[in-house]
């Protein structure tokens, strides 16, 4: 075996350890780089896709009200008016108003959350603090499941199940419906599809609770079950309310399950047993049918944009809620801001730095 390469003496021997650690610390240098660039290149990627699909429908939503185009009926040059749009009660040319369908959606998905929200955080509860831990792990693991199940297959499992049972009840109780399809049957399909994700969040934001707030409060005297409510619940409030928020973004968003048990309403429609109509099944509603150049197309873009917008007035709800009650909780009071008095400090120190200004010079 030769030895050149085999450092003879004490200062080789560092040289020889100091050159490798060098070639080492290069060597993770260049993997780090790599792995960061790898890391932007997908999180760009990522948000150029949002970004794109946002400017897309924000470009295709607004087109409507500035540009015409040939209605689908008689071929004359139509577009959309802004407050007719909004407030309009049927969604048929020229003015496919959405005035119903955005009540008919928020009417829906509130109707849904009363079922979920008690639902799925008592469950996640039970799941958490009261079950066995076996029995928690394997209900845990169904919920997981079922949040994975597409929604095509809850709306097959409506059209067979739901709707019949929707269908038998109603006339039990001297109601008609047609065949089941009603509001009620596309309530239970929207809670349904929203509870899976508002338990599984719920039960993560319940095992992040410190563990020495329960026992404290079972160490003052509390029950397990005033713990539960009192503590682990409040505490764990924030992780809630992040859990409803995903839950309602989910039913607000549905469309394929709905449309397959809600009808195809005309207007406004609050009764249980009545078809109703959303403004994800409106959306969807014979769009392949219909030409890429008519009004009656590109609406339904409009449709989507504020569909959108409804989404994000729907979470500054509840985010709003959830504040409140974390100050109501804390004994935070939020200081009133007085203006007038901000616009007398900014106007006091602007002639100050004038003063001083005319002085120095």
């Not at 409507?64 to 009660?89: C, D, M, N, V, Y």
């Not at 005035?99 to 509130?110: A, D, E, F, K, R």
Request: one cysteine or more; charged letters at 15%; aromatic letters at 10%.
């Amino acid at each position: 075996m030769s030895n050149k390469n085999i450092p003879s003496s004490s200062e080789d021997i560092a040289l020889f350890i100091q050159q490798k650690a060098i070639s080492h610390t290069n060597r993770k240098s260049n993997v780090d780089k790599l792995v960061k660039a790898i890391f932007f290149g997908l999180a760009f990627l990522s948000v150029l896709i949002v970004l794109a699909t946002l400017v897309y429908l924000l470009y295709s939503g607004l087109l409507p009200f500035f540009k015409s185009f040939p209605l689908r009926e008689t071929g004359e040059q139509a577009k959309l008016h802004f407050w007719k749009f909004i407030s309009g009660t049927s969604f048929a040319s020229p003015y496919f108003g959405i005035g119903w369908l955005i009540v008919n959606t928020i009417y829906m998905t509130l109707l849904s959350l009363v079922i979920t929200i008690p639902t799925g955080i008592l469950t996640a509860l039970f799941i958490t603090r009261v079950a066995p831990k076996f029995l928690g792990s394997i209900i845990n693991t169904i919920i997981t499941v079922l949040s994975g199940i597409p929604s095509v297959i809850i709306g097959v499992f409506a059209m067979g199940v739901l709707k019949p049972l929707v269908r038998d009840f109603a006339s039990s109780i001297g109601y008609q419906t047609a065949g089941g399809k009603a509001t009620l049957t596309a309530v239970l399909v929207l809670a349904i599809m929203s509870l899976p994700t508002i338990i599984s969040m719920t039960v993560t934001a319940i095992k992040a609770v410190d563990n020495k707030l329960i026992m404290a409060s079972l160490a003052l005297g509390a029950s397990k079950t005033q713990t539960n409510f009192k503590i682990v619940l409040t505490a764990a409030q924030s992780g809630i309310f992040a859990s409803i928020i995903l839950g309602m973004g989910r039913a607000i968003g549905e469309a394929t399950a709905v449309q397959m048990v809600i009808g195809a309403s005309s207007g406004p429609s609050f009764s249980l047993f009545r078809d109703t109509a959303s403004l994800t099944t409106k959306m969807l509603e014979g769009i392949n049918e219909l030409s890429r150049t008519s009004l009656d197309y590109n609406a339904r873009f409009t449709v989507g944009l504020i569909l959108m917008v409804v989404i994000l007035f729907s979470n500054l709800c509840l985010n709003a809620c959830r504040n409140y009650i974390y100050r109501k909780n804390n004994g935070i009071v939020k200081r009133k801001v007085n203006y007038n008095q901000n616009i007398k400090d900014f106007t006091l120190k602007i002639k100050s730095k004038f003063k001083k200004e005319d002085n120095n010079g």
